[in-house]
């Protein structure tokens, strides 16, 4: 069974070992990512029960007034295509419901994802330091 929480209380990096952040070329660590749900404004994660292994998770920073967004989404392989990635999403947006804004860039690829959950595409730019990308 897949448990879901809205908080890192009590999750330790060992149990963030997924494999996440697949295909980055400089990933965070276990222990970084445990810091990057905890700062986050809101998050919520998948938790297999049998194991206590969290399988998947995705987070939210706000203003804390009218907008929010989404940086990170993620399921393990093993557990894709079971609907997890879709659940994370909707619950996250219950806790975000009376936001004006919630944005997420993503992969034109993954817009259908997205699209049946509710949200539109949009356009974006960004600025990205490779250096930087494990967090460390
Ligand atoms: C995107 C991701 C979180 C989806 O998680 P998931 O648990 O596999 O998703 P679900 O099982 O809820 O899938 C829901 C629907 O989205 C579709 N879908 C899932 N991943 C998709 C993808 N990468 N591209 C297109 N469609 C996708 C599924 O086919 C499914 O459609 P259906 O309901 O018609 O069967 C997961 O594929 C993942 O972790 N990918 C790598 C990281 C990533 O790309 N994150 C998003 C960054 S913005």
Do not use: C, K
């Amino acid at each position: 069974m897949i448990e879901y929480r809205t908080n890192v209380d009590g999750i330790t990096p060992d149990q963030l070992e997924g494999p996440f952040f697949v295909g980055w070329p400089n990933p965070p660590s276990p222990a970084t990512h445990l810091r990057v749900l905890d700062g986050s404004a809101h998050v919520v994660v998948a938790v297999d029960e049998s194991n206590q292994q969290v399988v998947g998770f995705i987070n939210a920073i706000t203003d804390g007034v009218f907008m929010a967004f989404i940086p990170l989404l993620e399921v393990v392989p093993e557990y894709q295509g079971r609907g997890i990635g879709s659940e994370l999403v909707r619950r996250l947006l219950e806790l975000l419901d009376g936001f004006y804004t919630v944005d997420a860039m993503t992969d034109p690829e993954l817009q259908p994802f997205y699209r049946h959950l509710g949200l539109e595409a949009a356009h974006g730019v960004a600025l990205r330091d490779y250096e930087r990308q494990s967090g460390e």
